[in-house]
């Protein structure tokens, strides 16, 4: 179907990377295209991902954890696409807060610095979150929804931040724990 130009990329959405290797190696030897963009829940906040899954025994293979990221970094080949980069409105809306998975101990001091950048760059929390993305080590394409023409502008304006190194530095810092 690539060939045919019916399919321009192919992808894959929350498979672990060795399942991603193994299929790309099986494709070169047959002499077919690859895998050239992978999809995963891929957010600001980190969250549990150890835990049994629907789609795993082994824990949530669906989020961007170190074994894909790593080997993201390794073939810039690969694309990555962040769904539910904005985790349905979580950073924001009260109504719709951040669920259990993501109650790690690092998660209030990551927030507090989501917030102080946002508040520095002149940006919304959400904004400052998918510049985050497009930018970082690991850059992603944000997958985001949108239920208003104003939601969409807001997202479309984060193509605009740039965050500044130091910026950078201080989201990804881990904050102290806190005394158990």
Same mark, same amino acid.
């Not at 030897?29 to 690859?34: D, F, Y």
């Not at 790690?104 to 940006?123: D, M």
């Not at 993305?133 to 740039?162: K, N, Y």
């Not at 965050?163 to 530095?169: G, H, K, M, S």
């Given at each position: 179907?690539?060939?045919? =130009?019916?399919? #321009?990329?192919?992808? @894959? $959405?929350?498979? +672990? %990377? ?6 790309? !190696? ?35 293979? =669906?989020?961007? #954890?170190?074994?894909? @990221? $790593?080997?993201? +970094? %390794? ?6 696409? !962040? ?38 760059? #002149? ?7 998918? %510049? ?49």
């Amino acid at each position: 179907m690539v060939a045919e =130009g019916a399919v #321009g990329l192919l992808g @894959a $959405s929350n498979h +672990r %990377a060795w399942r991603v290797e193994r299929a790309r !190696a099986l494709a070169a030897a047959a002499g077919l295209p690859g895998y050239e963009v992978l999809q995963y829940h891929h957010t600001y906040l980190g969250r549990h991902t150890d835990l049994p899954s629907e789609l795993d025994p082994d824990g949530d293979p =669906g989020s961007l #954890g170190g074994d894909v @990221a $790593s080997y993201l +970094r %390794a073939e810039p080949g690969l694309t990555l696409v !962040a769904y539910s980069p904005l985790v349905k409105g979580g950073y924001t809306r009260a109504d719709k807060p951040l669920g259990p998975e993501y109650d790690l101990p690092s998660a209030p001091g990551r927030l507090a610095a989501l917030r102080e950048v946002a508040a520095e760059t #002149g940006a919304t929390v959400n904004q400052v979150v998918l %510049a985050w993305l497009m930018g970082g080590e690991t850059p992603a394409i944000p997958l985001v929804g949108a239920s208003s023409v104003a939601q969409l502008d807001e997202s479309l304006e984060a193509v605009e931040l740039e965050l500044t190194a130091a910026q950078r530095e201080r989201l990804q810092a881990l904050p102290p724990s806190s005394p158990t």
